[in-house]
Each structure stands twice: as C-alpha cells, then as structure tokens.
C-alpha cells in the first residue's frame, strides 16, 4: 500500500501524527488479519521542511535533498515508535529508479523484501531523495509503489490519497461521482483531472497510469481516502459500502 503526503501533512505542511498513528492502527489490523503488508511512505520531504528555517536561497534539488535527509530521519522514528506499541518489527528500504533498471540490483531489492517479510518484518520504502537527481527521479510514490507491487507479486496495491478515487467529474461540482469499477477494456482517461495536491508530486493522473500498468500485471488496484477513519478495515470487510475506486485485473 502507499499513503500520499496530502494524507499525512495538514493543510500548513506539517506532519499530521493523528492520522499517521489511525494508519498504523489499521496496517496493524490487517497484519493480525493475516495480511503481509509492504507500507510505501511520502512524508520525508514535507517532514524535514518543518525542521530547518534556511535563510538563503535553494533550488529544487537543494531543497528536496536537504529537506528529505531530515525529515526521513523524524518520519521513521514515528513509525518505528507507533508500531512498536503493536510489537511491529519495521525496516527501512529507500530506492531509486536505477535499482529497477539493472537485474542485478533488481533482483537484490526482491531478496530484501523477500526476507524481510519472511522474518515478520514490515517493510517502510520511500524514494531516496538525497542522491536521486531529476532524470531518474520516479514519477512520485504512485510509480515507486506500482514497481515495488509488481516485484514482489502482491495481491492487491492500495493508494491511499486525499480524495475518495476517481471521479466521473471535478470532485468539487456537484453531481461528480466515483468510479467504483474499472474495467481491463474501460476508457475512463477523460476524467483524468491534472490537478495535484500542494504537497504531492503526482495526482490522479499518476495514481490512474499506476493503476493501469498494476492491473494489467494481474494486480487488484483500488484508490481510496486515506482520510477517512477505518478506510482499511472497510475496504477488507465490506467493500461494497465503501467508497472507493477499484481497478480489475487483467
């Protein structure tokens, strides 16, 4: 699963640790259900940011380099802190984009995983900021959680973001409602809106394009709000009166 920063920060930016303490609440749910869960995290960057007044002037790579080297370090003590109430063994994995072009390493990040789940250990993977440069950077998170389902051959991948899936309209009129199913043949593109949060790299357009490329992988797909409390448990117990987005397998 992935959960976005617009779901974790609040409006000003700052890390929002009640909703990130009900999502470890839920992950460890599913994880006494019986569920392996692989947990792909943004935050870092919205994190560090709150960390460090600078006084001078940064660019884009400064700041994402900077910013995502502290606020990596405060986002995994929160979640090891939080888990560790469940008695949750968490592990750190930050990848970039070149780890999945060469077999070799390609291979060596499926072993990790592999292991790590194996032990009952709970995999925590962001983007390693700090040493991506702009070419090979991941789309955002979406991308990155879309690769990590794909390696490992998970069942499901679940995008938690700040809105409840995807909409046949602008979510802000009237009369716009969820998709609650997508179809392997179904062209719904034209509802792709190519608004994005404040603090995320991606938006809808991402997540749909993950989607896609997941589902033809034989990957149930859903889109949900991780905003909403139990959104989780819901989607497990009873999905039909959940609201979300789901895209089939091919």
């Known amino acids: 699963m992935k959960v976005g920063s617009n779901v974790l920060t609040t409006d000003k930016g700052k890390l929002d640790i009640t909703r990130m303490?009900?999502?470890?609440?839920?992950?460890?749910?599913l994880r006494q259900s019986g569920y392996d869960v692989v947990l792909v995290s943004s935050g870092a960057v919205a994190c560090g940011r709150?960390?460090?007044e600078v006084d001078h002037l940064l660019d884009s790579v400064e700041q994402r380099q900077l910013f995502s080297a502290m606020g990596q370090v405060k986002l995994i003590n929160l979640y090891y802190d939080l888990f560790r109430e469940y008695n949750i063994h968490i592990g750190q994995v930050l990848t970039t984009k070149e780890n999945f072009q060469s077999e070799r390493s390609y291979q060596n990040q499926r072993a990790c995983m592999e292991v790590m789940l194996e032990n009952d250990v709970l995999p925590i993977v962001n983007e390693n900021d700090t040493v991506?440069?702009?070419?090979?950077?991941f789309t955002d998170n979406d991308e990155l959680s879309g690769l990590i389902a794909k390696m490992i051959g998970a069942q499901m991948l679940v995008l938690l973001t700040g809105v409840d899936g995807l909409y046949n309209g602008d979510p802000s009129e009237p009369g716009s409602e969820v998709i609650r199913w997508v179809g392997p043949n179904d062209d719904v593109s034209r509802y792709?809106?190519?608004t994005k949060s404040n603090v995320g790299r991606g938006g809808m357009t991402s997540k749909f394009n993950t989607a896609l490329s997941v589902a033809k992988a034989g990957i149930r797909v859903i889109i949900a709000n991780g905003n909403r409390d139990g959104i989780l448990p819901a989607l497990i117990e009873n999905p039909s009166e959940t609201i979300h987005t789901e895209f089939m397998p091919s």
């Open 192 to 194: 792709i809106l190519p």
């Open 132 to 137: 991506s440069i702009e070419e090979l950077m």
């Open 50 to 52: 709150k960390e460090l």
């Open 21 to 29: 303490s009900a999502l470890v609440d839920q992950i460890a749910w």
